[in-house]
């Protein structure tokens, strides 16, 4: 029997998919359970209140909201609920960043999008494409409630430590010193 998800992860398109697996990866290496959902912002308007409806009944604790552009995902959704939403600036393809596709302001206008919602609709915003730290804000926000799960990210953050430790020495051993 499936866990209910305790997260949300939403995209304006299946193109955003790419990037947001990257909060999908970290959610699953914690055992945080999800849903994904492709909900458009202009395309699918009506399914905005739908969702954010749908997440507070599920029990879904966050809601992690992708999209280029304009951007204007999650903060419709954090118009529609109370949840805490998560937003992650796509930088489109053709971007310096990410040069297959063209776009004209390189995510910027993505991420100026939800960083500057109106007082009353708040959305915390990560860096362009960086939907792992979505993930893992989404983590953290859960484990205010579960101390299990508190644990899971204490070891994550610990073992990311050794590996910076261990790469330090490393380069101390090749003769490169620092202050």
Same mark, same amino acid.
């Given at each position: 029997? %499936?866990?209910?998800?305790?997260?949300?992860? #939403?995209?304006?398109?299946?193109?955003?998919?790419?990037?947001?697996?990257?909060?999908?990866?970290?959610?699953?290496?914690?055992?945080?359970?999800?849903?994904?959902? #492709?909900?458009?912002?202009?395309?699918?308007?009506?399914?905005?209140?739908?969702?954010?409806?749908?997440? &507070? !009944?599920?029990?879904?604790?966050? $809601?992690?909201? @992708?999209?280029?552009?304009?951007?204007?995902?999650?903060?419709?959704?954090?118009?529609?609920? $109370?949840?805490?939403?998560?937003?992650?600036? #796509?930088?489109?393809?053709?971007?310096?960043?990410?040069?297959? =596709?063209?776009? %004209? =302001?390189?995510?910027?206008?993505?991420?100026?999008?939800?960083?500057?919602?109106?007082?009353?609709?708040?959305?915390?915003? $990560?860096?362009? *494409?960086?939907?792992? *730290?979505?993930?893992?804000?989404?983590?953290?926000?859960?484990?205010? @409630?579960?101390?299990?799960?508190? !644990? !899971?990210?204490?070891?994550?953050?610990?073992?990311?430590?050794?590996?910076? &430790? !261990?790469?330090?020495?490393?380069?101390?051993?090749?003769?490169?010193?620092?202050?």
């Amino acid at each position: 029997m %499936a866990r209910r998800p305790l997260a949300g992860i #939403i995209m304006g398109s299946s193109s955003d998919g790419a990037v947001m697996r990257g909060a999908a990866g970290v959610l699953d290496e914690l055992g945080v359970p999800h849903e994904d959902m #492709i909900i458009s912002a202009h395309r699918t308007p009506d399914r905005i209140g739908w969702y954010a409806g749908h997440a &507070e !009944k599920a029990g879904i604790r966050v $809601v992690i909201a @992708g999209a280029g552009g304009s951007a204007h995902l999650p903060g419709m959704v954090a118009s529609h609920t $109370v949840l805490p939403v998560v937003g992650v600036p #796509i930088v489109p393809a053709g971007s310096p960043q990410n040069p297959t =596709l063209g776009s %004209a =302001l390189g995510g910027l206008d993505a991420l100026l999008s939800m960083s500057e919602m109106p007082s009353g609709t708040p959305v915390a915003v $990560v860096g362009p *494409n960086r939907a792992a *730290n979505a993930g893992l804000l989404a983590a953290r926000i859960i484990a205010l @409630g579960s101390p299990q799960l508190q !644990k !899971k990210l204490a070891a994550r953050a610990g073992a990311a430590r050794a590996r910076v &430790e !261990k790469e330090s020495a490393r380069l101390a051993r090749a003769g490169l010193r620092g202050p």
